[in-house]
């Protein structure tokens, strides 16, 4: 089991920030597919958060497909690929409108951002 | 014990000493399998609603209903409580404390007082006089959280702790509190405990202002609780010395 770390602010519902971070361990592989996930009471206290918010949490991946319950096993990270690699390149589309929103917040326009981007390309 | 029924109800509760009224018509459930955060300033009626229903203090009017039923000998078996200052007899040594506990309460886990004692490094021959006031404050959580309640109320457990005993007392409630069981903990001190409750309660001059689920309010107001709390008592600053 790889070390699962958790950062939360207060200002937003914990659960959806563990939905986040846990999809993000998921589609980076951290949490390879078809692992076993820790027991809630686990997760609880790495995390320092209710078991109930961590519940909460487990089921929204569960709807989500990316986690499943095998009966009185535990949760497993879901073995599709395909699903994984969707939400993969969901969290990469995702990052990008953000970039491209607080470029625009400080006044940038399209080109000028994707001209940043190619600079930094060219820093690598 | 039916699991829907909820584990503590609170109805047109009242209490007054002489002509103040400190509790004002307090309307209150609290479900099982949470921990509930109960908010208020100092002087807000926190204490004086946990001894109400610790059946310290007696309603002017009003109920309390705990388990489906009153205020008792059954509530004071099922509640395990964390008053607001330290109740322990100084001159025992923490074996012998355990050993009280345990002749006390039927409900109390000697095994896990110890345990919990021990990795604390705790000597249990150690007379509680002779330790800080820091590890007489865990010492006494250990001895709560010992003991297989449903309802485990802890009345400003981080009052003047250290963020590192801060830490352990978290822990140490996420880690033993029952499946099932809920726990209220009071306190004012919010921004540091608000990721582990389920549900808040903010009280002041002895009334209920509201009651919510924790991640639904921050949704609401794109807030943490505590800047919630911040905000809803701005408005009633002017009125008193806060």
């Given at each position: 089991m790889p070390k699962l770390n958790f950062n939360?602010?207060?200002?937003?519902?914990?659960?959806?920030?563990?939905?986040?971070?846990?999809?993000?361990?998921?589609?980076?592989?951290?949490?390879?597919?078809?692992?076993?996930?820790?027991?809630?009471?686990?997760?609880?206290?790495?995390?320092?958060v209710n078991p109930n918010t961590i519940q909460r949490a487990l089921t929204e991946l569960e709807d989500q497909r990316l986690i499943y319950t095998e009966r009185t096993n535990g949760k497993f990270v879901t073995q599709n690929i395909?699903?994984?690699?969707?939400?993969?390149?969901?969290?990469?589309?995702?990052?990008?409108?953000?970039?491209?929103?607080?470029?625009?917040?400080?006044?940038?326009?399209?080109?000028?951002?994707?001209?940043?981007?190619?600079?930094?390309?060219?820093?690598? | 014990?039916?699991?829907?029924?909820?584990?503590?109800?609170?109805?047109?509760l009242n209490k007054s000493f002489g002509h103040t009224e400190i509790l004002k018509n307090i309307n209150l459930e609290i479900p099982r399998g949470k921990i509930v955060g109960l908010l208020g300033r100092n002087g807000a009626g926190k204490s004086t609603l946990i001894k109400l229903i610790n059946d310290l203090l007696t309603p002017t009017s009003g109920e309390i209903i705990i388990d489906g039923g009153p205020v008792g000998v059954h509530s004071k078996e099922i509640i395990a409580y964390l008053p607001e200052r330290t109740y322990l007899d100084k001159?025992?040594?923490?074996?012998?404390?355990?050993?009280?506990?345990?002749?006390?309460?039927?409900?109390?886990?000697?095994?896990?007082?110890?345990q919990l004692a021990h990795e604390?490094?705790?000597?249990?021959?150690?007379?509680?006089?002779?330790?800080?006031k820091g590890?007489?404050?865990?010492l006494q959580l250990i001895l709560v959280l010992s003991r297989n309640a449903d309802l485990y109320i802890l009345d400003e457990p981080l009052g003047g702790v250290d963020p590192a005993t801060r830490d352990y007392i978290l822990d140490t409630i996420l880690?033993?509190?029952?499946?099932?069981?809920?726990?209220i903990i009071s306190t004012h001190l919010i921004s540091d405990i608000e990721r582990i409750l389920d549900e808040v309660i903010f009280i002041d001059h002895g009334e209920i202002i509201l009651t919510d689920d924790a991640d639904k309010l921050r949704k609401k107001h794109h807030a943490s609780i505590d800047e919630i709390f911040r905000q809803t008592f701005k408005a009633n600053v002017s009125s008193d010395n806060y």
């Open positions: 939360f602010t207060s200002d937003r519902p914990i659960y959806l920030q563990l939905v986040e971070q846990l999809t993000l361990y998921i589609v980076s592989g951290k949490l390879p597919p078809g692992d076993k996930l820790p027991p809630i009471r686990e997760l609880a206290l790495r995390a320092k395909k699903l994984i690699t969707k939400y993969r390149e969901q969290s990469a589309y995702t990052i990008t409108q953000q970039y491209f929103q607080t470029m625009a917040n400080l006044g940038f326009d399209r080109k000028t951002t994707i001209n940043y981007l190619k600079k930094e390309k060219n820093h690598e | 014990m039916s699991n829907s029924q909820p584990l503590l109800i609170c109805r047109d001159k025992l040594t923490i074996a012998q404390t355990i050993n009280f506990f345990a002749e006390f309460y039927s409900n109390f886990d000697s095994a896990k007082a110890k604390l490094n705790l000597d249990l021959d150690q007379k509680i006089a002779k330790m800080s590890m007489q404050e865990k880690s033993n509190f029952r499946e099932g069981a809920s726990v």
